[in-house]
């Protein structure tokens, strides 16, 4: 053959392939119009490549019908063929219509890995696989599969009990992003019963430590250069050793002592790993079970990750601790040690700082016994007090403050430690909060109502009435008579009262209620007979008091004057415009019940549904009563053109079912 004619020809099949490619473009792009939701480009476009096929060969078996070249089979006359051929091309379009619906009903968009994923990225795909079969076994191992189901039912506290160890043990198992997540969960007090919340408060993190050869290749990875230039010493045996970091002391060429907290090798990948699972998992649960929708689980993953990932990023616990530091000298009121770091040496892995002098309070029995019970109380309310100024005064606080996280010197002095989780508050919740421990102290019940409803997210059915009474009748029960585990007590009836109001915890209020709760437990290891509440109390009275002086109110009046100035400037001109209109008549009120665009958005979406159902379903019974007419002037053998136009009417009320039946999926997933 010679080469033009091959040339010709493989030209002749790239345009038909390219033919058929618009064809099959053109064919998805109707059928996704006509759906009216967005679904995936290529399933479209196979749909519309298979529709492309099926047009194409009734194309040429109808022209051979009407051109009488179709021995044996149908054999009409060349309109009739004609008419049969847009019958057929429309029913084929109607087929790939409900062919994309109910595949888009079975596997909605983006629930399927894309092209690419599919062909790369296959290692990382069994690497996770492996690791979900990994973590599905674990919490089948303890019982899990059928336990979760179930909770959230009244089966009993014994059941709830069980539940809880099952998932602590469980959690405890699958590693450092599992574990975070329990210590998590057991701050929110307003999602979990109690029995999940003390179990899931016991969880560790310790782990073995890591080789010093890695962790010293890890650190010279993350310096850049070798130890030497440096370090004059790096002790190869940790301080401490969790399941992300761990802790060596050294010392600079200077003479100076400090730590690095160095990230293990490979650890990040690992809880990125977990991380994806636990959101899989977590969406998981908002499809399969009511109690993980009620609690919008997927949405807690959601945050867990984003703090976690925060928490992985020393360059961000550096920032933490400057500003703890700042906050802590700029108040001058308490001496609490911060570790000066060394930004030049540290980085998204690595962090260098200072070495406090002293032990922990978890291990600082021997200094603790050398204090006085006076100067012990002394050190309590240090805590205390620096605690509740970052709270109430700064807005920025150490959300970690667990006996492990604070220091004390041989001198009887504070220190703190790991600044990943640092919470943020906003002024005006700075000041509900501060009014709500003022309003305790005073046993003022209207004043601890309104600080705790613009403290916390108000349901829309709440009971001011109810609620003011029930912390009217807290504050009676606890108003004397406080003692050792008397704080503890009282938090949690508050706790319980906030629960049993529906109320929401906002996240960094959590925050700051999880920073109080782990700060009691070391308060009372370093003073045992220190009653929270009281001191709490008196402190928040303390700082409320002086936000109360004569010049920070002048400030506050100052501040509020100014930005009423606009409004006061247009009030003369409001006013006259507005009495002008009542005394001539002119004066009208305009209310938009539908004012909001989602309200909107809804009514119409259900008109539009009501509309294309009702229409799909008067084009059907139409469509059976045509086709089941003997009337009408016959066509080709026994079909008439009743019948034909019947099936044309069919192909109407079919897309426009297959339409309202997409709308139903679209409104459903959205829900």
Do not use: C
């Not at 109607?94 to 062919?99: C, E, F, S």
């Not at 009990?161 to 307003?190: C, H, P, W, Y």
């Not at 409320?544 to 003369?572: S, T, W």
């Not at 139409?622 to 066509?635: C, K, Q, R, V, Y």
């Amino acid at each position: 053959m010679p080469i033009l004619d091959v040339v010709l020809l493989v030209l002749i099949g790239l345009a038909g392939l390219l033919f058929l490619a618009l064809q099959s473009w053109l064919a998805a792009t109707v059928v996704r119009r006509v759906v009216g939701v967005p679904i995936g480009w290529p399933r479209s476009i196979v749909v519309g490549f298979v529709m492309s096929a099926a047009m194409g060969l009734t194309v040429q078996y109808l022209y051979r019908a009407g051109t009488n070249q179709n021995p044996g089979g149908l054999d009409v006359a060349p309109g009739v063929a004609l008419l049969f051929l847009i019958l057929a091309v429309g029913w084929i379009f109607a087929l790939g219509v409900g062919a994309l619906v109910f595949i888009e009903a079975a596997f909605p968009t983006g629930t399927l890995p894309s092209f690419s994923q599919v062909f790369t990225g296959g290692k990382a795909r069994r690497r996770r696989t492996r690791r979900y079969a990994e973590v599905i076994s674990i919490a089948v191992r303890h019982g899990l599969g059928s336990r979760l189901r179930g909770f959230g039912r009244n089966d009993g506290l014994n059941h709830d009990v069980k539940t809880a160890r099952a998932l602590r043990d469980a959690l405890n198992e699958a590693g450092v992003a599992f574990i975070k997540l329990g210590q998590m969960l057991s701050t929110r007090r307003d999602l979990l019963p109690e029995p999940y919340i003390r179990e899931l408060e016991t969880l560790q993190t310790k782990a073995a430590p890591e080789t010093w050869e890695s962790i010293e290749t890890a650190i010279e990875e993350r310096l850049g250069r070798p130890l030497g230039e440096v370090f004059s010493h790096v002790n190869p045996v940790p301080l401490a050793a969790a399941s992300v970091a761990q802790v060596h002391e050294a010392t600079l060429l200077d003479g100076t002592d400090v730590v690095l907290k160095v990230q293990r090798p490979g650890a990040l990948d690992q809880v990125g790993l977990d991380t994806d699972i636990i959101l899989r998992l977590a969406r998981w649960l908002n499809k399969t079970t009511p109690w993980g929708k009620s609690l919008g689980a997927y949405t807690l993953a959601r945050g867990f990750a984003d703090s976690l990932e925060e928490e992985l990023d020393y360059r961000i616990e550096l920032d933490n601790m400057r500003s703890i530091e700042h906050s802590l000298a700029q108040s001058g009121k308490f001496t609490v040690a911060v570790p000066h770091a060394y930004p030049e040496l540290s980085g998204e892995r690595l962090l260098v700082m200072d070495r406090l002098p002293g032990r922990p309070v978890s291990s600082a029995g021997s200094i603790l016994e050398r204090l006085s019970a006076e100067e012990r109380s002394a050190l309590a309310a240090t805590l205390l007090g620096a605690t509740l100024e970052q709270i109430i005064s700064d807005g920025v606080f150490h959300a970690d403050l667990h006996a492990g996280n604070i220091f004390i010197t041989p001198e009887g002095k504070l220190g703190l430690l790991d600044f990943g989780a640092v919470g943020r508050l906003d002024p005006a919740t700075q000041t509900a909060l501060g009014m709500m421990l003022y309003s305790i102290d005073k046993h003022d019940s209207a004043g601890a109502t309104d600080a705790l409803i613009e403290l916390l997210d108000r349901p829309e059915d709440l009971d001011e009435r109810a609620l003011e009474r029930s912390l009217g009748q807290l504050l009676t029960r606890f108003r004397t008579g406080f003692g050792p585990g008397g704080s503890q007590k009282m938090f949690a009836d508050l706790f319980s009262l906030v629960i049993a109001h529906q109320f929401a915890v906002p996240p960094q209020i959590g925050a700051a209620f999880r920073a109080l709760a782990a700060v009691e437990g070391t308060l009372l290891v370093i003073d045992p007979a220190l009653d929270l509440v009281a001191a709490a109390r008196a402190e928040g009275a303390r700082l409320m008091n002086g936000k109360v002086k004569v010049g920070n109110i002048k400030d506050e009046l100052e501040q509020r004057a100014l930005q009423l100035l606009p409004l006061l400037n247009r009030l003369p001109r409001r006013i006259n415009r507005i009495t002008d209109d009542l005394e001539h008549g002119r004066f009208s009120m305009n209310v938009r019940v539908l004012a909001h665009a989602s309200d909107r958005n809804f009514l119409t979406g259900l008109f539009q549904q009501l509309i294309v159902a009702v229409l799909a379903g008067a084009a059907v019974v139409g469509a059976i009563m045509l086709i089941t007419s003997d009337a009408g002037p016959e066509l080709a053998g026994a079909i008439r053109l009743y019948s034909f136009l019947g099936f044309v009417l069919l192909f109407g009320g079919f897309v426009l079912g297959m339409r309202a039946l997409m709308l139903v999926f679209k409104r459903s997933v959205e829900d």
